[in-house]
């Protein structure tokens, strides 16, 4: 019987084995593609099973080599790293699925799947890590491979923002990497845990170290995450990649830089450190600038992929504001979210990325009566735009609901009002997106919908949009243990 | 799990599946597509009528599916109120669809219209039957949204125009609820409806959520000032969603507003902390206004709209009297508005069809030309202006005692007032058409048919109700609102 | 009292340096144009956060933790060990940015990071 034990780094070194292994049959197209998705697929498999055990049986902790912590390296699978990575593999597993069938928008395909491969590793590696360091180093691939995958592309405007991306990365890494120093010279550990158990004791002695380290790491991983006011590089970075790198950049990777940063700054340095220090307040404050300023710049944009990158910076606002609110169903909120809105902006920027290969079209107002000619693809569009304003029946309602609810326990009704503000400004945003599909004088008999592969990835998502609409109940208990354990 | 199968879920749930099941069908025969869409109504109205004689009885049907959405659930209930609301909304529904396929015959979009018809069909019928608030927010976002689709059918710039103004209006109203709800929740730690209300203490956080429920509902019933979207995505829709609107989907506004005050707030709470007034307010001016407006518009169906405004009105002075009789007359207009203007889009309607003619001063002597027509229109007016015995003047007439109840001279003057203006602007009209000389002769020359039967004859029926039913040895509406209003009022007077 | 800064600034001298190398690092990046000199900057930036880890570890007269009789006082190894794998992140993402400026040399014509934004701004959506 296949021991279920080994299954955490089984999920990180399936994926980095075919990255490093597709690039080396690219001459075997078909080869590589099979691999590409077999390796997704069986990560996916593999995140279930371990999902499913964690469920069961508490936190599973993986000593790398036979060594144990402090001195070994540890993969530590409680509930939150067996949700977040189950959340990356099924939306990863779609997104490959339509790398692999959507129309080609790179050069190098099999070097671009090695790539997402390698970002994907990268994902399951912070979110399971038990020290520090390895946290770091997997930031580090991800943060390596994300700029990649928007460089593909090679365009003009790609390459620049992927630079700027770049370098704003690599001052996040610098600043993420200090904070880790400072924290290790407080306690003298790198696993988390003793970490944890060591700041304490000592993190009343050094105060100014403790809080330095936190100053860097909100903005070292505020940058990686796009929390705003450090969004700046997101919206061209987002809007000019590859299709299939878009959603995953959009969907999953600022994600998992959030989950760091509850890693570390929740579950490591620990609540009370938030009661002694203003750094809930500052992030509520940031949580709410980025959803108010990246709801108005939202408004302003024509092209539908910068419009979805703000709105990402906004849901980004959403996560955060649900974690600072710090009441437990706020927190589930944002948990919920974290899945939620994979779903709802893989979706968005998958169909939009169909939408803007099969007509030519990027801009809103050029995309009179299209809904007719592409039913499919934009009926998917309505649903995943539904979805994000928080309609009733489709997942975005959920967390609005658990957010909202999660302000009110919070004695903090202003940001229940700030959350419904915002859905206000995000259908002001997304409602002229489906009107003008839809009505209006018919767009070009040319325009036809795409490949029912292509199709599928949509499919499924618009299902899951719908499912988690009516049905949270399936991963509550997942997100309620996850909530759990970071308020502990 | 057989739960399912219960008479107020089968009455939302069948509705929901013949959306779809049209949208699957309609390609293929469109005359499938519009028996199903008048099969949709008549079931709803079925399934509520055959619960009639158990809700009479006092045996309330109420269902939860707590695992729904947690940690609201959902639930869906049949008490006098919804029944009554119910059995008028898919009455209504049922009649104006028989219209619909006939009236939308010259229209294009065909296949857009009917389903989404149905759709808005189940979320009102989920907002009546819903047993909580939470249920009552979801289909109500569910019916306003659809409603979305059946005002920009024209996709005229006018029809987009209102229909956006109709949109960020109706996402700000959802939204109001969404938090009036919560908060209901945050306070009470539950949200199901029951009988004089489960809010211990009206304060703070509480009075923010009425207030959040009036502006939710307000937009919703078209009161002042948040009616400023009525005008005008009442008019640019096709008559048969005109009718629709006006005559059902506004009052889905009011109906909420006598839950929260009634079953959820408690009008003993409602009083103490002295939120009647600001109903009051909003009442009397909206009754202003919307009659004084409406006296001055040329479109027969934005008179007809702003006339609705008034009529609003009426039912929140209703409700804002916290008097058992006014609420008796607020409920009945709910049915007596619902049949009214219904008869009277729904003729403003064949004479567009027929004529094209939208401006009243146009419509001199069409009496000649389409009698029947203009006979129901007439029975529908005259009982706006609320003469007996016809039902506008039942409604009036509770109210008015009502407001001789709470010892209020000032709202049976107003009413009186209201009554005056609404002669003033559909008297005239009746005049001219009934007995003015048509200026071109053009038309003489037709001798076809007046309408086709599948128009004709909804409009007959409702203008029979209109003028029989205060005739029937007991008006079983009027039994139902009283009934109702005791039953919201626990008995106590 | 002045002695007394002195002495604690000398005492913490490896942090000290890396704090200024940081700073330097941070202003170059910030004020120049030049992408291959901010790529540079940002090495330094690097460079000072890698001295600061090592310095972590770094005990006055210690030698390296191989267990030989005689040797008793070790520096920590822990941190040279990280940094060892900071170094090579950092001349992977060094590396990776320099190909980038060179396409973005091919692109644009120059590695003026203003004159890229005015070339990229005529035509940008």
Redesign the interface.
């Known amino acids: 019987m296949f021991s279920l034990s080994h299954a955490p780094i089984l999920m990180v070194v399936t994926l980095l084995t075919a990255g490093f292994i597709v690039p080396l049959v690219r001459k075997h197209l078909l080869v590589a593609k099979a691999l590409f998705l077999g390796a997704g697929l069986l990560v996916t498999i593999l995140s279930f099973l371990v999902a499913g055990n964690v469920l069961e049986n508490g936190t599973m902790v993986y000593n790398v080599g036979g060594w144990a912590a402090p001195h070994g390296i540890v993969l530590v699978v409680d509930a939150f790293a067996a949700y977040v990575s189950l959340v990356i593999s099924v939306i990863s597993l779609v997104i490959f699925w339509f790398a692999v069938f959507a129309p080609r928008e790179v050069k190098y395909e099999a070097g671009y799947y090695a790539l997402i491969l390698l970002l994907t590793a990268a994902m399951h590696g912070i979110v399971m890590a038990g020290d520090i ?1 390895n946290l770091f ?1 997997f930031v ?1 691939i991800s943060s ?1 491979a994300a ?2 995958i928007i ?1 593909v592309k ?1 365009t ?2 790609s ?2 923002a ?2 700027r991306y ?2 704003l990365s ?2 996040g ?2 600043g993420l ?2 904070s880790i ?1 400072l924290l ?2 407080v306690t003298g550990h ?1 696993n988390m845990d003793f970490m944890r158990q060591t700041l304490a004791v000592t993190a009343g002695q050094y105060p100014l170290n403790v809080l330095t380290a936190l100053a860097f790491m909100v903005v070292g991983l505020g940058v990686k995450s796009a929390l705003f006011p450090l969004h700046i590089w997101l919206p061209d970075a987002h809007a000019n990649a590859p299709t299939a790198s878009s959603a995953l950049l959009s969907g999953l990777v600022v994600k998992v830089y959030i989950v760091a940063f509850i890693r570390i700054a929740y579950m490591t340095l620990g609540m009370e450190l938030f009661y002694l220090l203003p750094i809930r307040q500052i992030l509520l404050v940031m949580a709410s600038l980025a959803i108010v300023a990246g709801s108005v710049f939202a408004i302003v944009q ?2 539908i992929k ?1 419009l979805l990158a703000f709105s990402t910076v906004v849901q980004v606002g959403y996560i955060f504001l649900g974690f600072s609110l710090l009441s437990a169903r706020a927190v589930e909120g944002a948990v919920w979210h974290i899945l939620i809105h994979a779903i709802m902006k893989t979706l968005l920027f998958l169909a939009v990325g169909v939408v803007i290969h099969q007509s030519g079209y ?2 809103i107002s050029q995309l009179h009566g299209l809904g007719r000619r592409m039913p499919l693809t934009f009926a998917c569009i309505t649903l995943g735009a ?1 979805s994000m ?1 928080g ?3 489709t997942a975005g309602f ?1 967390s ?2 658990y957010l ?2 999660g302000a ?2 919070a004695g903090q ?1 202003i940001f ?2 700030l959350i ?2 915002s ?2 400004l995000s ?2 945003y997304y ?1 002229p997106l489906i ?1 003008t599909a839809y ?2 004088h018919d767009a070009s008999p040319t325009v036809s919908e795409p490949s029912i592969a292509v199709q599928l990835p949509l499919v499924v998502l618009s299902l899951a949009v719908l499912f988690y609409g ?4 399936v991963l ?1 208990p997942l997100v309620r243990q996850t909530a759990a354990l970071i308020m502990r | 799990m057989l739960l399912i199968f219960q008479t107020p879920v089968l009455a939302v749930i069948i509705p929901l599946v013949l959306f779809a099941v049209i949208y699957l069908v309609e390609r293929r025969s469109w005359r499938l597509r519009n028996a199903l869409a008048v099969l949709a109504p008549l079931v709803s109205f079925l399934l509520l009528l055959s619960n009639y004689p158990r809700v009479i009885a006092g045996d309330f049907v109420f269902i939860e599916f707590p ?6 659930g959902m639930s869906f209930s049949i008490d006098y109120l919804s029944l009554l609301v119910g059995l008028v909304v898919s009455l209504v529904w049922f009649l104006v669809t028989i219209y619909a396929t006939e009236y939308m015959v010259k229209e294009h979009a065909k296949n857009r219209y009917y389903p989404f018809s149905t759709l808005t069909l189940a979320g009102t019928m989920g907002v009546i039957l819903s047993g909580d608030l939470f249920t009552f ?2 289909f109500f ?2 019916m306003s ?1 659809s409603a979305y689709v059946l005002i ?1 059918h024209e ?1 005229t710039p006018e029809a ?1 125009r209102a ?2 103004r109709y ?2 209006l109706t ?2 109203g959802g ?2 609820l ?2 009036a709800t ?2 209901v ?2 306070i009470a730690g539950t949200v199901t409806f029951a009988p004089g209300g489960f809010i211990a203490e009206v304060s703070g ?1 509480a009075i ?1 959520a009425f207030y959040a429920f009036l502006i939710g509902f307000g937009i919703k019933a078209g009161i002042v000032p948040l009616h400023v979207w009525l005008p005008e995505a009442h008019p640019v829709a096709p008559s048969p969603a005109s009718a629709l609107l006006s005559g059902v989907m506004l009052k889905t506004g009011v109906y909420g507003l006598m839950r929260v005050v009634f079953n959820v707030f408690g009008y003993e709470g409602i009083r103490e902390a002295g939120l009647d007034n600001s109903m009051l307010v909003l009442a009397a001016i909206t009754i202003f206004l919307g009659s004084a407006v409406a006296i001055s518009q040329e479109d027969i169906k934005r008179r007809l709209a702003y006339s609705s405004v008034g009529q609003m009105g009426y039912i929140l002075l209703g409700i804002g009297l916290l008097q058992e009789r006014a609420l008796i007359g607020a409920i009945f207009h709910i049915f007596a508005h619902a049949t009214m203007k219904a008869s009277l889009f729904l003729a403003a309607g064949a004479v567009i069809h027929k004529t094209g003619k939208r401006r009243v001063s146009d419509w001199t002597g069409l009496g000649k030309e389409m009698t029947v027509t203009m006979l129901v229109f007439t029975i529908a007016a005259l009982s706006m202006i609320g003469i007996p015995p016809l039902v506008g003047f039942v409604s009036k007439w509770e109210l008015a005692l009502g407001s001789l109840d709470a010892g209020n001279w000032g709202f049976v003057l107003l009413l009186l007032l209201s009554s005056m203006m609404n002669f003033i602007y559909y008297f005239p009209l009746i005049q001219n058409t009934l007995f003015g000389k048509q200026q071109s002769t053009e038309g003489q020359a037709r001798k076809s048919p007046e309408l086709p039967w599948k128009m004709l004859a909804p409009m007959v029926v409702l203008a029979l109700i209109i003028l029989l039913i205060d005739l029937f040895p007991q008006n079983p509406a009027l039994d139902l609102a009283k009934r109702a209003a005791g039953a919201l009022f626990l008995g106590v007077h | 009292m002045s002695v007394e800064i002195l002495e604690r600034l000398y005492g913490n001298i490896y942090y000290l340096t890396s704090v200024i190398l ?1 700073v330097i690092g941070f202003h170059t ?1 910030l004020t120049h144009r030049n ?1 291959i000199k ?1 790529l540079m900057a ?1 090495n330094i ?2 460079t000072a ?1 890698f001295l ?2 090592v310095a ?1 570890g770094y005990r006055e007269g210690g030698q390296a933790p191989i267990l030989l009789p005689g040797v008793e006082r070790f520096v920590n190894p ?2 040279s060990a ?1 940094i060892l ?2 170094i090579v ?1 950092s001349v ?2 060094t590396a ?2 320099l190909a ?2 060179v ?2 040399h091919k ?2 014509g120059t590695i003026d990071s203003d004159e ?1 934004i005015a070339i ?1 701004g005529k035509k940008y ?1």
């Open positions: 360091f180093v580090e390596l700029v990649a460089a090679g003009k405007e390459v620049e992927s630079f770049l370098i690599a001052l890494s610098g990497l200090f120093a290790f010279m790198l024509d092209n910068r990027k801009k539904l304003v309609i009733p029946g959920i609005k609901l909202a609810l009110l326990d009704a229940a009002g419904l503000l859905s206000l259908a002001v409602f009107i009505f209006g009516l049905m949270p109940s509550l | 695992a729904i959405l947690p940690p609201l927010f979801l976002e569910l949204l920009v996709e987009m229909g956006y949109l960020v996402i700000a939204l109001a969404f938090f919560i908060a929740f945050e956080l923010l | 940081f990046m992408l901010k940002l930036m690097d956060i600061f880890f972590i822990v941190p990280l794998t900071g992140i992977s993402f990776f940015a980038l400026v396409l973005l692109h644009y890229i990229r959506v």
